[in-house]
């Protein structure tokens, strides 16, 4: 990786954050890199696909201006062609990632070849041609990969190739975990330690010390990171699939190109795509308890009371529609897993669930001569006790007793992937790719079992990308992006599946009963639904121009989110000791906040654009020394609501101060400055 001798990055942009509060006021990024590069290892270039450039030069050393460049992808045999300029240099930018082959051709010079180029994802592979005097029907082929050694470009990071995604060994073939093999990249967990389970909130990764929030996901140039800023992948089992579809991916950690956002890591992927032979597979890894080694006791052991299984499973295939104009890929990735979660707990015993307490528990009650004290049980509550656990353990004295409780937690996902291709002449080239990846889990809960959450997930990433050649000097690469993160969850057991949680009025149906004085509590659940729509338009230039490659491009988004999120949606009931809850008398109650008998909308309907230019230059000053400028400037609105409901005080008359009621009304969106689409307004 070539290092840079002199650099200065500015902070590409700069947040505005008031308290817990986050109002986005409008943001400017702007970076300028200065790089001086004397080349100490391979390179990688700025875009998901990769470059080809280099000089040709004659016996004498002499530049050769006015050479014909083919450049040949071995594999679906289509080629582009590029012409030398005064200085004898050629640049053919953005060439889908493979096997290639270089020919030179220029009168009363013979034919050079140079085969066996291997262009990885955003690599600017350096290939310079030194031609002899000869004719052009002679011809010269030499074999062998690019030199590791470059002096274009000051990027530092690193290269996972096809063969190291599908050797390696992955847990749960989550494609993320690869970011791990980039010097100087840690993983920071959302919550909790390393396998917690965070609905959603996915580990994240951390370069060079940088937040982790600022990280950027691209495929295929679309920003595919979530909503809540922490990695891509479907939000209900927190693993990234498609390891079939992903052909190599790169990883930036710093110095990079202005072409790229994000204010750390940027993780650039590029999908695999058909060639002109068919080629499949099909696989199916299956993990199991009933593969684990028997204990000690073998053969008399019982078996297992957290049994595990998880089967991931699929298969890929890509061809030639056409043969060297349209070529096709897809792949199918299945997960199916349940995962047992077994916890001791706390529970009543049988003589509170009959109203008796320890008399050192109720010392107003009258205490009898066992000890224990009746206080008898609310006809409320006497729906509510046959929900708490049998106890199966040990007897505090207090009431309470131990329990051990089971839980299975479910997971289904089904990835898809498609990709086309299509060659429409020597300067027109498009491809379109398209992923879609459900995924549903039941999240158990122990010790309590049956009061966990059931979740869906989905993630849409659509791109289409055409590739115009004006010239040898100037190429134009449009995009459209649209991505769609979708994930709902609500409580798996409701006062519908459940009427004894209805027993405290039907506007608490489900109330979540907290007992903080030792049983594990029941009921409830949390509600959220989150649907994030992001549209970008962009159009990249690539100029060529005497020592000069000027790249410039603008980037258009428009991000709408919607945001279902009540607080408190089932009631959340405090009981402080074990009297309270035997007669129905808590605490403390939260529930949905009304005015008026009518309650507040939990709604949030947040609309926001982004503008982003940017122009970057690589400067080649001399055979030895090449300059890397670039200057981005990002701008977003403020966000605002569909529905007005963007705000969190309402302005009264002096004399007439704001009610409690009102204020809280507007308390519906949890705020979390971790999460991109609730960080970017106020609730």
Not at 425 to 435: E, G, I, W
Not at 507 to 535: C, E, H, K, M, S
Not at 545 to 552: L, V, Y
């Amino acid at each position: 990786m070539c290092q840079p001798l002199l650099l200065r990055r500015l902070n590409p942009m700069l947040v505005s954050e008031i308290n817990a509060n986050i109002l986005r006021r409008g943001f400017v990024a702007a970076m300028l890199a200065i790089s001086l590069c004397l080349g100490s290892g391979p390179i990688l270039g700025q875009v998901t696909n990769g470059t080809i450039s280099g000089t040709v030069t004659d016996p004498s050393g002499a530049r050769v201006a006015d050479a014909s460049i083919t450049i040949k992808n071995l594999a679906t045999g289509i080629t582009s062609n590029s012409v030398t300029n005064q200085d004898g240099f050629y640049s053919v930018p953005n060439l889908v990632i493979g096997n290639y082959e270089v020919r030179a051709m220029k009168t009363g010079f013979a034919t050079e070849v140079r085969s066996g180029i291997d262009l990885t994802v955003g690599r600017e592979a350096v290939v310079n041609i030194s031609v002899r005097v000869g004719d052009t029907s002679e011809q010269m082929t030499v074999t062998g990969d690019a030199p590791l050694v470059e002096t274009s470009d000051s990027s530092v990071g690193s290269l996972i190739n096809s063969k190291q995604m599908r050797d390696l060994p992955l847990n749960g073939r989550d494609l993320q975990q690869l970011i791990l093999l980039t010097p100087g990249v840690n993983q920071v967990n959302a919550t909790g330690s390393p396998g917690t389970y965070t609905h959603g909130n996915a580990a994240t990764f951390s370069a060079s010390g940088l937040r982790p929030v600022g990280m950027m996901e691209l495929l295929d140039g679309a920003n595919v990171s979530n909503f809540y800023k922490e990695g891509a992948g479907n939000t209900t089992g927190n693993t990234s699939l498609g390891v079939e579809a992903v052909s190599q991916f790169q990883t930036l950690t710093s110095t990079y190109s202005a072409e790229f956002g994000g204010q750390g890591a940027v993780v650039n992927e590029a999908t695999r795509s058909g060639t002109n032979q068919f080629h499949g597979s099909a696989y199916i890894f299956d993990r199991d308890s009933i593969f684990n080694a028997e204990p000690y006791t073998f053969p008399h052991a019982t078996p297992a009371a957290s049994p595990f299984h998880k089967a991931q499973f699929g298969g890929a295939v890509g061809g030639p529609i056409k043969k060297g104009k349209t070529f096709f890929f897809a792949n199918y990735e299945g997960l199916r897993a349940s995962i047992g979660l077994e916890a001791p707990g706390r529970t009543l015993n049988a003589n509170a669930q009959a109203g008796y307490v320890p008399c050192a528990v109720d010392t107003a009650a009258t205490c009898g001569s066992n000890g224990l004290a009746y206080v008898g049980v609310s006809p409320n509550m006497a729906k509510v006790l046959p929900l708490f656990p049998t106890p199966t353990g040990i007897d505090y004295g207090d009431g309470t007793a131990a329990f051990t409780g089971t839980a299975s937690t479910t997971q289904d996902e089904n990835f898809f992937f498609g990709r086309l291709d299509h060659q429409f002449s020597q300067k027109d080239s498009l491809f379109a790719s398209y992923v879609l990846d459900n995924g549903r889990t039941l999240a158990a809960t122990v010790p309590v079992a049956g009061y966990g959450s059931k979740e869906f997930g989905r993630n849409q990433y659509l791109t289409v990308e055409e590739n115009h050649i004006f010239s040898p000097s100037l190429i134009n690469i449009a995009d459209i992006h649209g991505v769609r993160l979708v994930q709902n969850i609500n409580p798996q057991t409701t006062g519908a599946d459940q009427p004894a949680l209805d027993t405290f009025g039907p506007q608490y149906a489900g109330a979540y009963i907290d007992t903080v004085f030792g049983p594990n509590p029941i009921g409830g659940g949390a509600i959220l639904g989150i649907a994030q729509d992001r549209y970008t338009l962009s159009d990249h230039l690539y100029w060529t121009r005497g020592k000069h490659t000027i790249k410039m491009g603008l980037e258009a988004s428009k991000i709408i989110g919607n945001v279902w999120e009540p607080l408190n949606a089932y009631g959340y009931w405090i009981f402080i000791n074990l009297p309270s809850l035997l007669q129905a008398s808590p605490y403390e109650v939260y529930g949905p906040v009304e005015t008026n008998g009518v309650a507040g909308s939990p709604k949030r309907s947040l609309r926001e654009y982004e503008v982003v230019p940017f122009v970057a230059d690589d400067w080649r000053v001399n055979s030895h020394l090449t300059l890397n400028i670039g200057l981005r400037y990002g701008f977003v609105t403020n966000p605002i609501d569909a529905d007005n409901q963007l705000y969190n005080y309402e302005r009264r008359s002096k004399n007439r101060p704001r009610s409690a009621a009102r204020a809280g009304l507007r308390g519906g969106v949890k705020v979390d400055h971790r999460r991109r689409l609730v960080s970017r307004g106020v609730a």
